[in-house]
């Protein structure tokens, strides 16, 4: 399903002001979501507590979705992190991190550990 993707800065889920004090796994736990509007969730998946990928031009991430009635429907939001790092990009020198489009599609894929994300980086750049 096609929505807009935009990146955001809550403090619940940031990486930035957590990575201090969670674990590796803590940390993916808490900030590897995308917040969705339930309604727009049950477009795409039948069920809940199946995670989500998101793939744009520049990339593709697989996240736990977090339900939160206060976001558009039609519009998922991503911290900015690691994770939203693989979904967003640069387009004539401008770094995109709102109004992105994005499919959005139910995935039984685990949402990868940070290590594991940095290791897929230094391969592309290897």
């Not at 096609?2 to 403090?11: A, D, G, P, Y």
């Not at 736990?64 to 939203?84: C, F, G």
Request: glycine share 4%; proline share 3%; charged share 25%.
């Amino acid at each position: 399903m096609k929505l807009l993707l935009s990146t955001i800065r809550e403090f619940e889920y940031d990486q930035k002001s957590l990575i201090n004090e969670l674990s590796e796994s803590e940390l993916k736990n808490k900030v590897a979501v995308c917040l969705i509007h339930p309604e727009t969730y049950n477009k795409i998946a039948s069920r809940s507590g199946v995670n989500l990928k998101l793939t744009t031009n520049f990339g593709s991430v697989v996240l736990r979705p977090v339900w939160d009635e206060s976001i558009p429907l039609d519009m998922v939001y991503v911290n900015k992190s690691i994770w939203s790092n693989q979904v967003t990009g640069v387009i004539e020198g401008r770094i995109q991190l709102k109004n992105i489009e994005v499919d959005v599609e139910p995935s039984e894929d685990s949402v990868l550990d940070i290590s594991d994300l940095l290791n897929t980086l230094k391969e592309l750049k290897g």
